[in-house]
């Protein structure tokens, strides 16, 4: 059983559980952890959520409200400080990242996809890797951008963010205003002759326009990581 | 419309059942012979169980379905794991 630390408030959807998990055995960063809730009359629940917390940090999840979710809307509004749920994890290998690891890193994330991403930005800054990395984060409106202001605290020494908000802009925005696109990869993505790795995160729709158009790029498909969400809530 | 979603998504299944990471586990499909980790396979949910395709031809390479006390897995379209560890 998990029991909620502390809860922070990310945006107007999303927030943050900071979760004691006795016997926790650490995690990677890009893991994520099962959530299980079990109502009073048996029925069971079950939702992936990816970990938000540097590896040496207790597990965080950034969990984000689905109007008509089954759990989402009870993490997100309902749950508090010493509530207690069942999770499983920490699960997953293939999309980790670790701090030893020297290739230029991308990290590719839209909406809640930046939750895993986040994990690895974290690891990067508590390891003290100068690791070259670069996030490129896609969101709706400025309001909808998870994190912001601790990206910007972590956007020196080698680690950067590139914002694109797709359905409306602050006056002054100086980030992209767009959908991902072979123009916008271009201009972000590190050139394919370092041979970075790629993490890429977000909805099927999302992952697959940019990994195909990293790709088109000219990155081997071999260097490119994803993992998909879909709106179970 | 059943979403299709990656092998990540079922990670922790798989860990149960194989009681060991699986995502990183290398398969080779039966139909095509390609040769990919279970986390780039795809992965559809919606249905009654799970099934698992080949992210090149899409033929399936696995099917899950739990039942009350039992859990049926069929890996009819793996013509091979290779499980690190």
Partial sequence: ?233 | MSRRLDGNAIAGDLMELFGTEMTVAWAVCRSCGAHDQLAEMQVYRDAPGVVGRCSHCEAVLLRIVRAPGRTYVELTGVASLQIPG
């Fill in chain 1, 1 to 233: 059983m998990a029991e909620v630390a502390a809860t922070v408030p990310e945006t107007s959807r999303t927030r943050t559980l900071v979760l004691d998990v006795p016997g926790w055995s650490g995690h990677r960063a890009g893991q994520h952890l099962d959530v299980r809730l079990t109502s009073d009359d048996g029925y069971q629940a079950q939702r992936s959520y990816s970990i938000a917390s540097a590896p040496d940090d207790r597990p965080a999840i950034t969990v984000e409200r689905l109007e008509d979710g089954e759990v989402s809307p009870y993490l997100v509004d309902e749950v508090h400080e010493g509530d207690a749920f069942e999770v499983r994890g920490p699960i997953g290998g293939y999309f980790v990242w670790e701090p030893g690891d020297e290739r230029p890193v991308l990290l590719v994330g839209g909406g809640s996809g930046v939750v895993p991403l986040m994990a690895m930005a974290r690891a990067r800054a508590m390891a003290g890797a100068d690791t070259p990395m670069r996030l490129l984060y896609s969101s709706r409106t400025i309001d909808d951008v998870i994190y912001r202001a601790e990206l910007d605290r972590l956007a020196r020494g080698g680690f950067d963010v590139a914002y694109t908000l797709t359905r409306g802009q602050p006056p002054g925005w100086q980030g992209y205003a767009r959908r991902i696109d072979d123009d916008l990869l271009r201009e972000v993505a590190w050139p394919a002759d370092g041979t970075p790795i790629v993490f890429v995160c977000g909805s099927t729709h999302f992952v697959d326009a940019a990994a195909d158009g990293l790709v088109r790029l000219g990155y081997e498909p071999g260097w490119i990581r994803t993992e998909r969400f879909g709106a179970t809530g």
